[in-house]
């Protein structure tokens, strides 16, 4: 019997996983190019160095736990892991810290629940939340200085920053992230003095911007492509937006939505990390209440809290509400009534 | 209740019936504490006596306390050990005591000191009792050094650092540096990293247990076949 158990996310329609996941490599590759335009090569390193690192853990594991490592390996869910750590790591950080990500994502996070399908949180995140957690301060200062790829270090030389623990000085190459910066400049000053700092350039955030609206558009092909629905990342960007109105609608106070949309990792949560198929809400409307959630609480966090920013966090927090969400939103099956919330059926 | 023998009692203790592997009870402390070896060490003998001491007594007793007012005369006889080690502790260990904190005063609530006096030590005669509390004492303890070993290591990049605090001024130098300018871990520090290490733990026994088992299954001699015949060829027949 040369069976295979498989377990979601069983793809409807006629992709397989691993096109899926094909499809969401692909559209992260804007994102990417950004990246590496504006911030020089440490993005493109990390990811490069976390896909294989993910790939080799996943390959280790599944042959310490007796499966078929060439079929799991096939559907690319190791690959889509590694990737989005790479993109969500600061680029300039030294090479130890995608090792623990990537070893908690994939073994921790992933494999030791059960493999695609079993595991309750997002991967990517939870290898995220444990770096940031522990090597606050690493991963709070290294991300690149928007210079564009000329002025940023080289590649041997980022290679050599990563890897060999060269030192750079600070806020020459590396700098907080603008969230990071608004946040702590505006209890001291007025909107417009913050705005004057060489980061924010001209428009929103320097680099930063056209990371996000590329990414966005990555977001947008899969849209159009019904791999991801649009019920995540609207009601969580609308989550965002509403909250951002309602309370920080002053920019001398706090950061206003420009800066919430399109500074920090916000267009690649809502389209790539929240919608993950194993770790969200399954029915249309669980979607809805739970890109809301991530929302609202990515606003929380980022304004009174003490990180800078808060998708990693957001998503693990609604993660851990999925269940429950689920439960109380479970659709009506044809030619049943209205199961009352929550309550099982007649003959549950 | 059928009485266990000594080996039974020793090896439900430290392994097969082990206070925090199997029983999983005393997280409170289990958790919070065990970041460095030397607090894992600290806490484990203060359990560990309190632990001795109660089963000594409750077995003591066993026969002249009834069976509808047992808990709170425990409770009373485990608060007043907790209170003998508090003060020791203060006396000989007081840094360590500080450090220690809250967590001394708890060990009262730590549901496996209650958990044997009800389940062994007030049904069994005294010896076996004290046996079982020193057991299962260093059953516990075992875990908190290893645990507390793995987050010191992980989490710091050092082992056995300030030991002074426990063993007296012979001890400064105990400190074994594994990697010089570790950028320490300070997820294995904080209480979730203790999650995640007992879990390795847990599973690392049961990983053993299984694989013990499969081994004796395969030791095991196949049964004989009917028609085999078995016949005796030494001693005598009674």
Redesign the interface.
């Known amino acids: 019997m040369a069976f295979v158990k498989l377990s979601s996310p069983h793809a409807q329609g006629a992709r397989r996983t691993s096109q899926v996941m094909q499809w969401v490599i692909l559209a992260t590759l804007p994102g990417l190019l950004a990246q590496t335009l504006f911030f020089g090569w440490g993005n493109l390193i990390n990811v490069v160095f976390c896909v294989a690192l993910a790939v080799a853990a996943e390959a280790l594991i599944l042959k310490l736990r007796g499966k078929p490592v060439g079929f799991y390996l096939n559907d690319y869910s190791a690959v889509v892991t590694g990737l989005l750590l790479g993109l969500a790591l600061p680029p300039l950080a030294p090479w ?1 810290i995608p090792v ?1 990500a990537v070893f908690t994502a994939v073994v ?1 996070a992933k494999q030791l629940y059960g493999g695609l399908g079993s595991n309750p949180f997002n991967p990517a995140m939870v290898g995220y939340a ?1 770096v940031l ?4 301060v ?1 991963m709070t200062t290294n991300w690149a200085a928007p210079e564009g790829l000329t002025a940023a270090p080289g590649f041997l030389e980022t290679l050599s920053i990563i890897f060999a623990g060269q030192q750079v000085a600070p806020d020459t190459f590396t700098m907080a992230t603008p969230l990071d910066v608004y946040k702590h400049e505006i209890s001291a000053s007025l909107a417009s003095d913050v705005r004057q700092l060489p980061m924010f350039g001209d428009w929103v955030a320097r680099g930063w911007e056209w990371v996000n609206l590329a990414f966005l558009a990555g977001g947008l092909l899969l849209l159009w492509l019904k791999i991801i629905t649009w019920h995540i990342p609207v009601s969580m960007l609308g989550a965002l937006a509403f909250m951002s109105l309602l309370f920080g609608w002053n920019p001398d106070l706090y950061t206003p939505l420009s800066l919430h949309l399109l500074a920090g990792a916000t267009m690649l949560g809502a389209f790539f990390i929240a919608t993950d198929p194993v770790s969200a809400a399954t029915s249309r409307i669980g979607k809805l209440w739970y890109g809301a959630g991530i929302g609202v609480l990515i606003y929380l966090i980022r304004t009174w809290g003490s990180y800078p920013d808060a998708v990693a966090f957001a998503v693990l927090l609604m993660n851990f509400a999925v269940p429950f969400i689920d439960y109380y939103t479970q659709p009506r099956t044809y030619g049943h009534s209205k199961a009352r919330r929550g309550a099982p059926g007649k003959n549950g | 209740m059928a009485t266990k023998t000594t080996r039974e009692i020793i090896k439900d203790g430290l392994w097969s019936n082990n206070p925090a592997l199997v029983q999983v009870l005393g997280l409170c402390p289990l958790l919070a504490v065990t970041g460095t070896v030397v607090n894992a060490i600290g806490l484990g003998l203060a359990t560990l006596m309190v632990l001795m001491g109660s089963n000594l007594a409750v077995s003591l007793i066993r026969n002249y306390v009834s069976e509808s007012v047992r808990l709170p005369a425990f409770v009373m006889i485990i608060a007043s050990f907790v209170t003998c080690t508090e003060l020791l502790m203060q006396a000989f260990t007081y840094e360590l005591y500080q450090i220690l904190g809250i967590f001394i005063p708890l060990i009262v609530t730590n549901c496996a000191i209650l958990g044997r006096a009800d389940a062994f030590a007030s049904r069994n005669p005294v010896l076996p009792s004290l046996l079982d509390g020193i057991m299962m004492g260093l059953g516990f303890m075992a875990v908190l050094i290893a645990l507390g070993a793995m987050r010191e290591i992980i989490g710091q990049g050092t082992l056995f650092s300030d030991m002074h605090l426990l063993f007296g001024p012979m001890a400064t130098d105990w400190q074994i540096t594994l990697a010089e300018n570790y ?6 520090i ?1 209480p ?1 990293g203790a999650f ?1 290490g007992l879990g390795l733990l847990i599973a690392l026994k049961n990983g053993i247990d299984n694989h013990l088992k499969e081994r004796q299954a395969a030791r095991a001699p196949t049964p004989a076949t009917s028609g085999s015949k078995r016949v005796r060829v030494t001693g005598s027949v009674s």
């Not at chain 1, 957690?133 to 606050?136: D, G, L």
């Not at chain 2, 950028?183 to 294995?188: I, Q, R, S, V, Y």
Request: net charge negative; hydrophobic share 80%; no cysteine.
């Open positions: 130890w623990v921790l444990l957690i522990s090597f606050p690493a | 950028a320490d871990m300070l997820f294995m904080l979730p995640v």
